[in-house]
């Protein structure tokens, strides 16, 4: 209900009180209605002639200012309140036209606060008739006399001064709607990202879990009939795979409810991510899968592996999960080669290897890999990007496929 009132007053110009103006408008109006009851005073005191009654003089005049209460929600309700208010006390025979500086006040609402494209025209017809009441009988007013042409004057400044303060808010809120749009946006950006931050880890995660249970659940089978120990040890392997993987994937789907890993059991497994401590562990995993791996790891004298951010230690892992995991689907190697060493450059940058000796034409990962964003090659290429780095991938010429990653030491 709240919503749909403020988008109603925004389409007619107005908008609805709030508590703080609802006390700015009483205390405008009492004012105002203060000060116009003293004018009523002066006006029957010191008028010349005979004054009828004062009995309806200040009641009139207090019913005008009343009216100015709407003045923000209702001002067209307002200003013709307003001027019925001092066309009575006119038409009722008193001396001059106090009531008439509450006019200037309706002005002004209606130009603020009125409808859209009427709002300057309802002024206008306010300030007419401002100065046409007083022409009128019984207390007639020269048509030509200052008193009856300056108050028009006076009501359309008032006018002029509520179209300008009707701008400023326009733009105020013009303002604060396209900062409004801004953050959103920048909102969506980094859900976004996020959502492909999360596909990522889920995609390096199960891939290379599943490329590890295919491979040794293949094994096991092929074996078990004559090797029973070498099934078993395959076996076992799957079962470490699939037990590295379920905190990792459980942390992933922690984030996609927005539980940030703390599940409703509290028994979730609270391991940090995994860094360049567990690359071992990885080429291990692949060792155990039929591949031959080396791991090289030459991060320079100035600097150990530890003291790596860990955006970077996570990063590096996953190019290697990814790139040894699509060695294990894809390629028909034997062998492969993990290297990390340090540029020797200003900056400094790691530079991250994975070759493999596989056949020509068999080495590089399928096209379901590279197609969809996140997945494969894509995936690594981007993984370097967001931490300012690059990514390099192909065939050699003597055969088999080189990965080369370079990420900055300082993430950006």
Known sequence: MEHTATAAGRRTGAEPPSGGDRRGDVLLAAGAGAFACLGVWTEIHFAAGPVPPQGWAYPLTLAAAAALLWRRSRPLAAALGCLL??????????????????????????????????GAVSAALLAFCGWLVPALPPQQLPWYSLSLTMPPLGMAASAALGASARRRRTEHEERLRQTAAAAEERTGRRLAEERL???????DVLAHTISVVLVQSGLALDVLDDSPGQARAAMLTVRGAARQAMPELRAALDL??????DSAGGGADRRPQPGLDQLAELVEQSRRSGLEVELLLDPGPDREL?????????????????????????????????????????????????????????????????????????????????????AQAGPLPSGGFRVT????????
Not at 256 to 261: N, W, Y
Not at 320 to 338: D, F, G, K, M, P
Request: proline share 7%; with cysteine; hydrophobic share 45%.
């Open 256 to 261: 996609l409810r927005g539980t940030g890993g």
């Open 405 to 412: 990653v370079r990420l900055p030491l300082e993430t950006p």
């Open 197 to 203: 931050r999360i596909a990522r880890e889920l995609h």
């Open 85 to 118: 208010g001092c066309a009575g006390y006119h038409a009722a025979g008193y001396p001059g036209f106090a009531p008439g500086v509450l006019l200037f006040v309706a002005c002004y609402a209606l130009a603020a606060y009125g409808p859209d494209r009427a």
């Open 306 to 390: 530890r003291e790596l951010p860990a955006v970077v230690q996570l990063t590096v892992y996953r190019i290697v999960q990814e790139s040894l995991t699509n060695v294990l689907r894809h390629a028909s190697a034997s062998r492969a080669t993990v290297a990390l060493r340090r540029e020797d450059t200003a900056d400094g940058a790691l530079v991250v290897e994975v070759a493999n000796d596989s056949p020509v034409g068999a080495a590089a990962p399928g096209p379901g890999d590279v197609a969809r964003p996140g997945f494969g090659l894509v995936g690594i290429r981007e993984r370097a990007e967001a931490l300012g780095g690059s």
